[in-house]
């Protein structure tokens, strides 16, 4: 089966304005030739396959707004190739957008002005959708999360949530290849983004569509996504699946220790307590660079490479130095290593 | 072939639609501007009896009382219809980035925003243009011809409408560039309104202007329709010279307001929004 998505050696440069301060510095702007050179993508190549749903994480500002622009098109690479579907995204973007879906979280692309069913219509004739498909998402739709009680319901007196969801629902309305999804469950609560996992992995399943995803929340990605690509600083810096990540930066668990005799009110007199324990498990185990120690409100947390020293052998030490009363062993989060990710790096 | 051809047209119309639902939406700016219409019959009919009160003849420049006032009215009625904030509408969504949304259409954005403008220029036509004329005609005292002429009027007035539409284009293109929305539809109707004649018509203009204005398209839009509907002379050699000038102008602002949209396009594309 060949890739409905492939990046090969994708790069993006941005000429950007060296800007000044103030006024005299503003009018200066508006005459300057100083620009300098950006690198928002730096040689990306990822190959996605038809069906999957892949989670394309980074921090702010990491690159993953400008490589989704390339794939659907909005965007020119500076080199690189990019097929999406088998077509070059940029030449043929408007053949190409009757075959994908987009969702930009914090728009839409629903008619304000006009009720929800109204938008569904004009859709169906932008992307010639035949009466039996239309009418099949339809029912389907209203199967999954009750879209008709909204059909009436204009768009701009819709909540945040409902909105996304028929944007969601909008997106898969002309049964497009992939999907992209940038942040679709920003600014929702929890209740909504459990309503809006569970319907786009249905979506998924239902219709084999391949799915893009952009997240900063790592429910979405423990919920929805089997394989992640991570790119940094305009670098793509992982490229593998979900339950690789953990080994893959290191095994971290987190160990969690109620130590008796600390007063757990004094939050300082914790802190204090906590990097003494750091202290001498570092002494006493010179290999383990990269534990740290927290404080979790009444717990100690102690975050171990396991690959550097064992989390039991650590505990066994501890248990003779000082005096635990009561322990607990965490695996560390996806959200956790994300972030050990992103911190390294910064 | 003939089955996509057909779903085409369908395709159209559901984009005029949005734009009638659109504009329906706003009933309370709907009443106001007719209210405008209405203050600005009567500005228009005061100012004007005034300026020919202090002629010494009863024609200015080839014009009547009645004619100027006529052609006054229903200029600047064929302006409302045809501001549906064209210019306004397009700057803000490449200002707030929606216009990425829309790019992703696999309709050209030309054609998505036109349909929406042409359904809210219908609304306008009958809610704003209509009553417009209707009062004008009983004012002047139903010198208006009813005939053949509302036809070539009608035909016009579509033309004008794309040739419109296609010029606020070109004006929505410079918000690629600049960053205010505001000051670029304020400045294209004070340009607009000032050429064109609505405020004061061609004839009155000095000669070296009405030459400039000969060059634009301004006449196209207003000029043309008006001088099919109100011309004496009701000879089809002039209701073919007014079409053919607005056909002419028709083709020249549709490639040329492509030519720059793709371009704007193209430049944000490269370098980024």
């Known amino acids: 089966m060949d890739p409905i998505i492939k990046l090969c050696n994708v790069s993006k440069e941005f000429k950007v304005l060296n800007r000044h301060q103030g006024i005299l510095g503003s009018v ?29 994480l980074g921090p702010n500002g990491a690159g993953k707004s400008t490589t989704i622009k390339m794939m659907t098109g909005v965007l020119k690479p500076t080199s690189g190739e990019v097929l999406i579907n088998g077509v070059d995204p940029f030449k043929s973007r408007e053949k190409l957008a009757e075959n994908i879906g987009v969702v930009f979280g914090q728009r839409t692309q629903l008619w304000w002005a006009l009720p929800l069913i109204e938008s569904f219509k004009v859709l169906k004739e932008m992307y010639f959708i035949d009466d039996d498909t239309y009418n099949t998402n339809l029912k389907l739709f209203n199967e999954l999360v009750g879209v008709e009680k909204l059909y009436s319901k204009l768009v701009r007196q819709m909540s945040l949530g409902q909105r996304t969801l028929c944007d969601i629902l909008a997106a898969f309305l002309h049964d497009p290849k992939v999907v992209f999804l940038d942040e679709p469950t920003i600014g929702l609560d929890v209740s909504m983004k459990a309503q809006i996992r569970e319907l786009i992995l249905t979506l998924n399943e239902k219709k084999n569509t391949t799915v893009i995803l952009t997240t900063h929340d790592m429910g979405d990605v423990d919920a929805l996504c089997k394989r992640i ?28 220790l109620m130590i008796s005799g600390e007063d757990y009110s004094d939050e300082e007199a914790m802190k204090k307590c906590a990097h ?10 010179p290999q383990a660079v990269s534990l740290t120690s927290a404080v979790d409100e009444h717990w100690i947390d102690l975050t171990i490479n396991e690959e550097e020293a064992q989390l039991m052998k650590i505990m066994s030490f501890l248990n003779e130095k000082v005096k635990i009363t009561d322990v607990k062993i965490q695996e560390i989060s996806t959200e956790n290593v994300i972030k050990g990710i992103y911190e390294r790096r910064g | 072939m003939a089955v996509k051809k057909k779903s085409r047209l369908k395709r159209f119309f559901s984009l005029t639609k949005t734009g009638i639902i659109r504009a329906l939406n706003f009933r309370g700016a709907f009443f106001i501007g007719l209210a405008g219409q209405i203050v600005f019959i009567i500005a228009i009919f005061f100012l004007w009896r005034a300026i020919y009160a202090a002629s010494p003849t009863e024609v200015v420049n080839g014009m009547t009382f009645k004619d100027t006032l006529i052609y006054l009215v229903l200029a600047n009625a064929i302006f409302n219809m045809t501001n549906v904030y064209i210019v306004y509408n397009i700057c803000d969504d490449i200002q707030s980035g929606k216009i990425v949304l829309d790019l992703l259409k696999p309709v050209h954005y030309f054609l998505i925003r036109f349909g929406e403008s042409c359904g809210m220029m219908m609304v306008q036509f009958i ?18 011809n009813i005939g053949i002429n509302l036809v070539f009027f009608f035909i016009g007035l579509v033309m004008a409408s794309v040739i419109n539409f296609c010029f606020n284009l070109c004006f929505a293109c410079f918000c690629f560039y600049t960053e205010s929305c505001w000051g670029i539809d304020t400045l294209k109707n004070c340009i607009v309104t000032l050429l064109s004649g609505a405020v004061i018509p061609i004839a009155f203009f000095p000669d070296w202007l009405k030459t400039i204005v000969s060059f634009l398209p301004f006449p196209a839009i207003f000029n043309a329709p008006l001088q099919m509907l109100l011309g004496d002379n009701t000879s089809f050699s002039t209701y073919g010279y007014y079409l053919l000038l607005q056909v002419f102008w028709m083709i020249i602002m549709l490639a040329v307001s492509l030519l720059l949209w793709n371009k704007s396009v193209k430049a944000l594309t490269i370098n980024g929004g």
């Open chain 2, 127 to 144: 809610f704003s243009f209509i009553p417009s004329f209707i009062i004008i005609y009983f004012l002047s005292g139903q010198v208006i």
């Open chain 1, 229 to 256: 690509v991570i790119i940094d600083k305009g670098t793509q810096i992982y490229d593998d699946s979900i339950e690789n990540l953990q080994g893959f930066f290191g095994k971290y668990r987190t160990l969690k």
């Open chain 1, 28 to 56: 200066k702007d508006l005459f300057s030739r100083d620009y300098s050179i950006v690198n928002a993508v730096n040689n990306v190549n990822v190959e996605i396959m038809p069906g999957e749903v892949v989670g394309y």
């Open chain 1, 276 to 285: 003494d324990i750091e202290g001498i498990v570092k002494a006493e185990f």
